[in-house]
């Protein structure tokens, strides 16, 4: 079976900034680093892991960790060059209603961080949660005119893409099949690679805006108490999710917009 260890990050932004890129909702700043914390997080991988991160477009894409980024916000930049600085590239993915927006990438953005060596996926067109709410129409609208406006921009075809909040079922992976992608990378913290309708289904494990960098670096070695203790968390939020719904996801988000508001 091949396996893969996939880290998911967001926004990494200036401290005391977190509006700054990315979106600017309830429990958003939860997923965004410093660009301090950043830097710490990319020192303790790099010692951890020896290996340049892969990219799924490479043919060893299994040899090490991958690296993503969701949502497109504008510090995608920032994450580019240091990435770059140590010689990595990584997969941007991009809610393309947004692009051009405040506090997001434009058109002109994306197509740099293509020509780069980053590549570029979409994370759909308007970042629906929960994404196994949406109709089958819905999904494959959602993967399809994505698809189109970022291979409209990048005049290159696009072929994978993420899924938003975390919200996966395996109807959303056959919707993006269907729309014309090979890789979709969902928020389940495993490393274990599965198939649905010919599209490759990838697992991500998601670091936080508390997620250290000591915790960072054993996600991305594979350390199995690591992966396993995240794993354990997001199996319960899961359940916790389609039993409550938006009553879980309202109280989900005043809490969180209450802790970082006192900080």
Not at 4 to 13: F, G, K, N, P, R
Request: with cysteine; glycine share 8%.
């Amino acid at each position: 079976m091949a396996k893969a260890v996939v880290l998911m990050y967001h926004d990494v932004v200036p401290a005391g900034d977190f509006s700054l890129s990315g979106f600017s909702i309830p429990g958003a700043d939860h997923y965004k680093l410093t660009q301090q914390q950043f830097a710490d997080h990319l020192s303790a991988i790099s010692t951890a892991v020896k290996s340049t991160p892969r990219r799924v477009t490479d043919e060893d894409w299994e040899s090490s960790f991958l690296f993503t980024m969701d949502d497109g916000g504008s510090s995608s930049l920032h994450v580019a060059d240091q990435l770059e600085a140590r010689g990595w590239r990584g997969h941007f993915f991009i809610v393309t209603d947004c692009i051009g927006s405040r506090g997001f990438l434009t058109a002109a953005q994306i197509r740099d961080l293509a020509g780069r060596g980053h590549v570029i996926g979409s994370h759909t067109c308007s970042h629906p949660i929960p994404m196994w709410n949406c109709t089958a129409q819905q999904m494959f609208t959602e993967w399809h005119a994505s698809r189109q406006k970022l291979e409209s921009i990048l005049g290159a075809a696009v072929t994978c893409g993420s899924v938003p909040g975390g919200s996966y079922a395996p109807p959303v992976a056959g919707a993006a099949a269907q729309a014309g992608y090979r890789d979709l990378f969902t928020s389940e913290p495993t490393s274990a690679v599965h198939h649905v309708e010919g599209c490759r289904v990838l697992g991500r494990y998601g670091i936080l805006r508390s997620t250290t960098p000591a915790e960072a670096a054993k996600l991305a070695a594979g350390d199995f108490l690591a992966c396993s203790r995240q794993q354990a968390l997001w199996n319960t939020k899961k359940v916790l999710k389609k039993v409550a719904g938006k009553p879980y996801a309202a109280a989900r988000a005043y809490l969180l917009s209450r802790r970082y508001s006192e900080n």
